[in-house]
């Protein structure tokens, strides 16, 4: 019978049988890679809002990690939009245009981490471009 409990035990499965595709199709170098791992990225995303919205109706179905408010989510929400949309430039070949938006970003973030991972991205894109 359905329940909260056997939609956030499905959802989670389908989010685990998702990373595991993403990766396969990652290793097995499927045209368009990038492409399609953004897509299961974003279908991750959703399926995310949905725990989101089932978590807020009942709050003890909420995994403890989740239960309270990391230190630095505006941090993480906003490296998250800034990747999303270099991401989208990248893909249109607008890698200048995904390396200044991880240059607005590293001028506006202050956590060292979120930092670290904005300038791996704009290695990774400029490597990408001088390779």
Known sequence: MASP??????LSA?????????????????PPARTNITRIGK???EIFEIEMAIHAAHPHL???E??????????????????????????????????DI???YLDQE????????AQGEIDRLQRGRDG
């Open 5 to 10: 409990e056997s939609v956030i035990h499905r």
């Open 14 to 30: 389908a989010s685990t049988l998702l990373n595991r595709a993403a990766g396969e199709i990652r290793d097995a170098g499927l």
């Open 43 to 45: 279908a991750l995303a």
């Open 62 to 64: 909420r995994p403890d």
């Open 66 to 99: 989740l239960r309270e408010k990391s230190p630095h989510s505006d941090s993480e929400r906003r490296l998250t939009a800034a990747m999303i949309e270099a991401l989208d430039h990248e893909e249109r070949g607008g890698v200048a245009q995904a390396v």
């Open 102 to 104: 991880y240059r607005v």
């Open 110 to 117: 202050q956590t060292p981490r979120h930092r670290e991972i």
